[in-house]
């Protein structure tokens, strides 16, 4: 019964439609780009290896402020 009471609450209200949290998704990005760097630059391992670096770098302050966010969203 009060699962009928519910869904009639429900009704009057639209559901919002949900969206992809696109900042979790982010390492499905990082996570070919990487390896894609090193095989097609491998002439140039200059570049290559700058490239690399600062994605890496990119990648990991990524996840630090994921990681921060999730700790601050705790402790309030």
Known sequence: MASSS?????E????EPRKP???FLVPLIYAPVLPL???GLRTKPVLRDRLFGVVLVAAL???G???SDL???ESK
């Open 21 to 23: 949290p696109f900042k």
């Open 65 to 67: 402020y994921l990681v």
């Open 37 to 39: 760097i090193r095989i």
């Open 12 to 15: 009057g209200r639209r559901r």
């Open 71 to 73: 700790y601050d969203a």
């Open 6 to 10: 519910s869904a009639v609450q429900e």
């Open 61 to 63: 302050l990524h996840g």
